[in-house]
């Protein structure tokens, strides 16, 4: 199984700033690497498919990287909508896996 | 506009069953792979299960399989999950998911909510 680890655990950031979110897999996914946001509430919604590409009505400010077992998720300038939980997950293999998320708080 | 829509969640004793049904609306459901995926309360997301587009191949989490069965009827446009010897960790929001492996789970539905408890 691949375990995939989200860093940080929760980032508190201001409006404006941009933010970085990290996963790291346990071993190669290629670029099989989603993220998803999560609003309280709510069902996970995808934000980036395949490392890079943004997901349908995912805004510009949103962009992802990496490939193998790097990946990063970079909001360029966060607005109050943004402040929610983001997941990765992979689908290189079974079994899918989804990193534990990390918390994107209003600092 | 893809809709998915989850229904027969529930409460239930530990050792009992449910089914849950995913009704799809808005794609050609008969081309696409679906998913459950679970979140226990104040949890991450745990997936749960898959199925191909024609049935043929079925996917699932160890912690769940020999007690959960996916299906799907192509003709109803609907996903199921049957869920027996249900235990407390069962206790989720599950949600139904278009996708798996071969594509990218890409719309999700509202969830529906498992509470297994004595």
């Known amino acids: 199984e691949i375990v995939l680890t989200q860093s940080p655990a929760t980032l508190s950031l201001s409006p404006g700033e941009r933010a970085t979110l990290s996963c790291r897999a346990s071993q190669s996914v290629s670029t099989y690497l989603a993220w998803y946001q999560q609003r309280p509430g709510q069902a996970p919604r995808l934000l980036i498919y395949?490392?890079?590409n943004r997901g349908t009505g995912t805004p510009a400010r949103f962009s992802g990287s990496g490939s193998g077992t790097d990946f990063t998720l970079t909001i360029s300038s966060l607005e109050p909508e943004d402040f929610a939980v983001y997941y990765c997950?992979?689908?290189?293999?079974?079994?899918?896996?989804f990193g534990q998320g990390t918390r994107l708080e209003i600092k | 506009e893809v809709q998915l829509l989850e229904s027969g969640g529930g409460f239930v004793q530990p050792g009992g069953s449910l089914r849950l049904s995913c009704a799809a609306s808005g794609f050609t459901f008969s081309t696409y792979g679906m998913s459950w995926v679970r979140q226990a309360p104040g949890m991450g997301l745990e997936w749960v299960s898959s199925?191909?587009?024609?049935?043929?191949?079925?996917f699932y989490a160890d912690s769940v399989r020999g007690r959960f069965t996916v299906s799907r009827d192509n003709s109803k446009n609907t996903l199921y999950l049957q869920m027996n010897s249900l235990i407390a960790e069962d206790t989720a929001v599950y949600y139904c998911?278009?996708?798996?492996?071969?594509?990218?789970?890409?719309?999700w539905g509202p969830g529906t909510l498992v509470t297994v408890s004595s």
């Open positions: 998911a278009r996708g798996a492996r071969i594509a990218t789970i890409d719309y």
């Open positions: 395949d490392a890079s």
């Open positions: 997950q992979h689908r290189s293999n079974w079994p899918i896996t």
């Open positions: 199925i191909s587009y024609h049935s043929v191949d079925t």
